[in-house]
């Protein structure tokens, strides 16, 4: 009645109130056992709580409305969503109210033991992990959603008075992702001092990281490892929750062959041989480490270190993430429409009867996103040199090489690709794919690789005479091959970009977007030499001191280059490679120029007539269209564009930051402090 009576363009809902909340404690035990024994014990645990908050029980709400073809039950607080065709605003809701938690309670004992010229070390960390996220299908998924247009009375808003929908859905959820994992680390290390020159560093580390759980049984993945179909796993126990609708589009056993291609089995983690994580995960990981600290003039003048060691990369969740509410995505759609075009229903009656599944062509269904089964994680080995240099008044300086390899890198290929052809994809039949019945099998999986190399210089003086300073420069070199067609950032635990081509990942190798060529920062802290206790007019009056003694500047200099860029074409634009990759996924242009240029600027920093469509000499900012549309593009040339990852280099950054302050004493125990700083005080026009 309420929203009958006022205006349609002003229909509106409280909004949520968002919320964030931590609480951190820590509690250490320290024991002297002997003079020569240690134990250190310490328990910490760390609980986030953020999301939003609906002012009002939704729940209530949407009883007292008296749809019948929903609910009794909701997981969550929320509305139903009422959508419009015309211009009335729809009442969308959507999740009315979301949590996110994270969990992690640890606890870890280092013993150190000090034997003669040795100093030992072992321990172990445990850490008891969670991490809780909404979980969503459609609109307001449980509570349903209701789309009016002018069907029957001439008028959407009219048809919303009549209550009668054209369209309903919902989604079932029962539970949101609810992440769980234990992680155990075990180590020994020995520091020997094998003389006044020499001390030597042994250690040995051992990690398990166990693959996340779903205290509701709400993952599933998919395993490549059977030809043709492929198949999917679920937590064991947890059938019920398995979308009927979605099984069948990809031809779910049991069921005839379809398109050279048998059923595609579905087991349960315990029928498949898996953990209920879904992936296998490496338990021999042992990681040992070596280093050195040499003094080659028995002076404290000259130090000379070093060491290599191997390191694991841990896992926090995002892996998990990928696989919540892939195989229960459980959508069930009704249309209002009878042949006569009558309604079939009316509210408060959401559905006309029936189970509301609708099945999908085989060949449709989307994987988004399946974790490799025999995961790995991350695996690095660093390596580094400095030698230390003590030179007089109050400096030092070092100079360093850092290396490292890192191998198990994670990288996001579709594992339904087909292979190259100079045919349209969209007119290549089913079995020119991997897997016939299913549409995009997105993955994460591990085997890619990153180097990184680098020479580090840097000077530090030590506070003395009013002044400090540390300035250092850094040349490196990072490499990867699963930075992706746009690559724009750090590639962390879920690969980077999707890869263009399943079959070439070398192809994604280049430059690393966030490391800089060249960089280099120093920053400085110096104390005017004027006033009171200072070099010069030392017996100044206290008043004038006041004005101008006791000053004191500091400044940071940065000066790097710039990021390394990647020219790419958007996904659903070309696919030269008729593969159907560029139906999914950005794709490369072809390179026929350098494209850097030696005097950039604002409106123009890289030679675009450097890249055009791949197979055609046409730029990339024209005409471009490849192997997308039969009636309309180009046939496809039945290969990828060449033009490579971070080819072309980003403005750089030069930075100078001011600051200017004053200690006022006010009496001998009271200071009061006041400054002014100036960022970028050169005022340089820095480009993004």
């Known amino acids: 009645k309420d929203v009958a009576q006022d205006s349609p363009n002003n229909l509106s809902l409280p909004s949520n109130t968002a919320f964030d909340k931590y609480k951190i404690l820590v509690v250490s035990h320290n024991y002297t056992l002997t003079p020569r024994l240690l134990n250190e014990a310490r328990f910490g645990l760390t609980l986030n709580d953020s999301g939003t908050a609906f002012p009002f029980d939704g729940r209530d709400f949407t009883a007292k409305l008296g749809f019948t073809g929903i609910g009794p039950n909701f997981p969550f607080n929320g509305l139903p969503n009422i959508d419009f065709s015309g211009d009335i605003t729809d009442l969308n ?26 100093t030992t070390k072992y321990g172990f960390d445990v850490r008891w992990i969670r991490a809780v996220s909404p979980l969503g299908f459609i609109g307001a998924d449980n509570y349903g959603n209701s789309s009016f247009n002018n069907t029957f009375s001439g008028n959407d808003f009219g048809d919303f008075l009549l209550g009668i929908p054209i369209r309903t859905s919902y989604a079932i959820i029962q539970q949101d992702n609810d992440g769980r994992t234990t992680h ?71 069921a005839p062959a379809a398109n050279g291609a048998a059923c595609t089995p579905v087991l349960s983690a315990e029928e498949a041989g898996l953990p209920e994580g879904l992936r296998t995960v490496p338990k021999n990981r042992v990681l040992p480490r070596f280093g050195f600290a040499f003094r080659p003039f028995g002076d404290d003048k000259t130090v000379v270190r070093g060491g290599i060691g191997a ?38 009656a959401i559905q006309s009867g029936g189970t509301g599944i609708s099945t999908g062509q085989l060949g449709t269904a989307s994987f988004r996103t399946a974790n ?66 299913w549409g995009i099998i997105f993955t994460r ?40 067609p746009n690559a724009t950032g750090f590639v962390g635990e879920t690969g980077g970009g999707r890869v263009a081509d399943l079959y070439n990942r070398q192809a994604e190798y280049g430059d690393d977007y966030a490391t800089r060529r060249h960089r280099s920062i120093s920053t400085v802290v110096y104390d005017l030499p004027v006033g009171k206790g200072r070099r010069f007019a030392k017996g100044i009056h206290p008043a004038l001191n006041a004005v101008i003694g006791g000053w004191q500047t500091s400044m940071i200099f940065l000066a790097q280059t710039g990021p390394f860029l990647t020219p790419f074409l958007g996904s659903n634009v070309v696919d030269p490679s008729g593969s159907g990759s560029g139906l999914s ?80 004493y006010l009496t001998e125990k009271v200071r009061l402090e006041a400054g002014v700083s100036f960022t970028n005080i050169a005022n340089h026009v820095n480009l993004a």
């Open 585 to 664: 996924r950005n794709q490369h242009p072809d390179r026929i120029g350098n494209g850097n240029i030696s005097n950039p600027t604002r409106d123009q920093w890289f030679d675009v007539n450097a890249f055009v469509c791949p197979g055609l000499a046409t730029r990339v900012a024209g005409n471009c269209r490849i192997g997308i549309n039969p009636t309309r593009d180009a046939a496809p040339i039945g290969r990828f564009g060449n033009a490579g990852v971070g080819i072309l280099t980003g403005p750089g950054t030069i930075n100078l930051s001011l600051g200017v302050n004053k200690a006022f």
């Open 184 to 254: 155990y680390h075990f180590f020994g290390q020995d520091s020997f001092r094998v003389n006044q020159k020499l001390t030597l560093e042994f250690g040995l580390r051992y990690e398990y990281h166990p693959g996340y759980t779903d205290a509701g049984g709400n993952i599933g993945n998919f395993d490549p490892s059977v030809p043709r179909t492929g198949r999917v796993v679920y937590p064991t126990g947890k059938q019920n929750l398995l979308a009927p609708g979605f099984l069948r589009t990809f031809n779910a056993c049991p």
């Open 372 to 437: 490799d089964i025999n995961y790995k994680d991350p695996y690095s080995v660093q390596w580094n040199l400095s030698v230390d240099r003590y030179v007089g008044f109050g400096v030092g300086m070092r100079v360093s090489y850092i290396g490292m390899k890192t191998t198990q890198l994670a990288w996001a290929p579709d594992l339904n690709q087909m292979t190259s052809s100079t045919q349209f994809a969209i007119n290549r039949p089913l079995s020119d794919r991997p897997f016939p019945n």
């Open 311 to 348: 390191y694991n990369g841990t896992l926090l969740g995002s892996i998990y993430f990928s696989l919540t509410g892939t195989l229960q995505s459980d959508v069930r759609e009704f249309t209002n429409l009878s042949s006569g075009g009558r309604p079939l229903y009316q509210w408060p």
């Open 93 to 118: 809701r959507n999740r009315a109210d979301g949590l996110s938690q994270s969990r992690t309670y640890q606890f870890n004992n280092n013993l150190t033991w000090t034997v003669g010229r040795h």
């Open 445 to 484: 999986t591990a085997g890619a690789t990153a180097y990184y190399n680098a020479l580090q210089v840097e000077a530090n003086k030590r506070f003395s005479n009013g002044l400090t300073f540390n300035s250092t420069y850094t040349w490196a070199k990072s490499l990867a091959d699963n930075l992706g």
